[in-house]
Nanobody
């Protein structure tokens, strides 16, 4: 496994969770990284992305102001801090490594996908 997502769970609306994506083999240090999610019965959708050096971040409108993406290059980890969670945030969350060093929004711009982690927000 090259990318391992963790940190999901069950939380009440208004609560917080922090997801972590570990690049154990240090394969993607120079790649942009992103988080996507797939709600039940829906297509996978973009959540947030960060450039290789953390200098650029982008967010889906639905999570702006509530989620923060960051990366720790010394630990080869990408984090997604999620606050003010809503039931509509319920989904399987995936981290992915981009084909380039930039932050990217489209799934086609990503070359490797990690396993997902379930986030469930109860009302």
């Amino acid at each position: 496994v090259q990318l391992q997502a963790s940190g999901g769970g069950l939380v009440q609306a208004g609560g917080s969770l922090r997801l972590s994506c570990a690049d154990y083999r240090r394969t993607f240090s120079n790649n942009g990284m992103g988080w996507f999610r797939q709600p039940p019965g829906k297509e996978r959708e973009f959540v947030a992305a960060i450039a290789w050096n953390g200098g650029s971040t982008i967010y889906a409108d639905s999570v702006k102001g509530r989620f923060t993406i960051s990366r720790d290059r010394t630990k080869n980890t990408v984090l997604l801090q999620m606050s003010s969670l809503k039931p509509e945030d319920t989904a399987v969350y995936y981290c992915a490594a981009a084909r380039s060093s930039a932050s990217a929004m489209l799934p086609s711009e990503y070359r490797y996908w990690g396993q997902g982690t379930q986030v469930t927000v109860s009302s």
